[in-house]
């Protein structure tokens, strides 16, 4: 079964680390990028970070410095190291990845990451 399986979030004071984690199962195959979005309460998704397979990141402009996107390719897992938190991190946190010669794309359920001040 295809499926992405996330894990890490939870309640944080600002200044704060947490560290999530997806896996992806090894019948996603051929991953092209993994990445993370968050939602927000009353707001749209928008991307926190990407990795491709040759490792290139990308980062959303208000994590940048904060967060680090790694992956781990043998593992088909991506991770995100966030730290310094604020408030404003507060959202469900997605796991996407895209795979394939179309660049398929897989959505996890989400996990939630709740800094307060």
């Known amino acids: 079964q295809e499926q992405l399986v996330e894990s890490g979030g939870g309640l944080v004071q600002a200044g704060g680390s947490l560290r999530l984690s997806c896996a992806a199962s090894?019948?996603?195959?051929?991953?092209?990028?993994m990445g993370w979005y968050r939602r927000a309460p009353g707001k749209q998704r928008e991307l926190v970070a990407q990795?491709?397979?040759?490792?290139?990141?990308n980062y959303a402009d208000p994590v940048k410095g904060r967060f680090t996107i790694s992956r781990d390719n043998a593992k088909n897992t991506v991770y995100l190291q966030m730290n310094s938190l604020k408030p404003e991190d507060t959202a469900v946190y997605v796991c996407?990845?895209?795979?394939?010669?179309?660049?398929?794309?897989?959505w996890g359920q989400g996990t939630q990451v709740t800094v307060s001040s």
């Open positions: 996407n990845v895209e795979a394939g010669l179309l660049w398929r794309g897989y």
């Open positions: 090894s019948s996603i195959y051929n991953i092209q990028r």
């Open positions: 990795i491709t397979s040759g490792g290139t990141t």
